[in-house]
C-alpha cells in the first residue's frame, strides 16, 4: 500500500498511549486534541467494541451544518440537541453520537480492512460525545469521540480535502 497525502490532505494521527490527535497539513502538526478511544482497547475484529488500528482513511461525512449537541441515531438526526449542560453525562450514560460523523474506512487489509475486521462495516466513526469529561481515556466502544467543538473544526477543516487517520 503506497503511504503518503496527496498536496493538500490532512492526517489525522490518534495517539492511545497520551489520548491526543494531532492533525498534520504539508508536513507540520496544526492542531492537538484529546480524544476517547474503546474503553475494551485497540483492536479489529467485530464485535469485540475495541477501536481498530491502523491507516483509515474518512469515507463519508454527515452532521454538515447541524447545530453543535445534535443527535444521530444511524447517522440521521433524531431531532435531539443537547445542550452543553449534557455533555458531561456520568456513567453509565447513553453513549451518542453528536454534532458530526466521520466515517472511516479501514486501508489496510488483513488489518482494518476485509471480513470480520472491516472499520466501515463495523461502523466506526469519529463524533461528538455527550462524556466529553472522559477525553483523553479509553471510554467509547470503539469510536474515536472528540469534544462537540473539536469534531465540528475537524469535520470544517476536513470539507472537500482527503483526509485519513492512523491510529495506535
Known amino acids: 500500500m503506497r503511504r503518503g497525502l496527496p498536496a493538500g ?18 508536513g507540520r502538526a496544526i492542531w492537538r486534541v484529546p480524544f476517547s ?3 475494551a482497547g ?3 475484529q467485530a464485535g469485540s467494541n475495541k477501536t481498530p488500528p491502523g491507516w483509515h482513511r474518512v469515507a463519508e461525512r454527515f452532521g454538515a451544518g447541524a447545530a453543535r449537541g445534535t443527535m444521530f441515531v444511524s ?4 431531532g435531539r440537541v443537547l445542550k452543553p449542560s449534557e455533555w458531561n453525562a456520568p ?4 453513549d451518542a453520537v453528536l454534532t458530526r460523523i ?14 470480520g475486521i472491516d472499520s466501515h462495516d463495523r461502523y466506526v466513526y469519529l463524533h461528538g460525545t455527550n462524556q466529553e ?3 483523553g481515556t ?15 473544526k475537524l469535520f470544517d477543516l476536513s470539507e472537500g480535502v482527503e483526509t485519513y487517520c492512523f491510529i495506535q
Do not use: M, Y
Open 133 to 135: 469529561q472522559k477525553l
Open 91 to 94: 456513567d453509565p450514560a447513553e
Open 75 to 78: 447517522r440521521r438526526r433524531n
Open 42 to 44: 485497540i483492536g479489529a
Open 37 to 39: 478511544w474503546a474503553s
Open 9 to 26: 490532505g490532512l492526517l489525522l494521527v490518534a495517539d492511545t498511549a497520551c489520548g491526543t490527535a494531532t492533525l498534520v497539513s504539508r
Open 102 to 115: 466521520l466515517w472511516l474506512e479501514g486501508l489496510e487489509p488483513g488489518v482494518n480492512k476485509g471480513p
Open 138 to 152: 479509553p471510554a467509547s466502544h470503539g469510536c474515536l469521540r472528540f469534544s462537540n467543538a473539536d469534531i465540528e
